[in-house]
């Protein structure tokens, strides 16, 4: 099993990114995809999730309006598109899969830095 998250960067405030994760060895197709940050010093938080068939999504607040959550299951990847980036945005970006019972799993990826800085 296998969540490679990619795109991370340095970025100027106002700038976009496009972060993607690419998945193997589950079935991708049949679970939730998320993605949740981690800023140092604070504890880890949702940023975005999407359903197994990429209809529904949802946001936290600060990201509502400028983050796009997507999925393609025909590449076993998803990947987030980060518009208006702030200096708050600053974290490690983390891809997460996920499938409750009876097939569950719970998957992570290792993680990309993105630095939001002038």
């Known amino acids: 099993v296998q969540l490679v998250e990619s795109g991370g960067a340095l970025v100027h405030p106002g700038g976009s990114l496009r972060l993607s994760c690419a998945a193997s060895?589950?079935?991708?197709?049949?679970?939730?995809m998320s993605w949740f940050r981690q800023a140092p010093g604070k504890e880890r938080e949702l940023v975005a999730a999407?359903?197994?068939?990429?209809?529904?999504?949802n946001y936290a607040d600060s990201v509502k309006g400028r983050f796009t959550m997507s999925r393609d299951n025909t590449k076993n990847t998803v990947y987030l598109q980060m518009n208006s980036l702030k200096p708050e945005d600053t974290a490690v970006y983390y891809c997460?899969?996920?499938?409750?019972?009876?097939?569950?799993?719970?998957?992570w990826g290792q993680g990309t830095q993105v630095t939001v800085s002038s």
């Open positions: 060895g589950f079935t991708f197709s049949s679970g939730r």
């Open positions: 997460n899969a996920y499938r409750g019972w009876p097939f569950a799993y719970d998957y």
């Open positions: 999407i359903g197994s068939t990429g209809g529904s999504t």
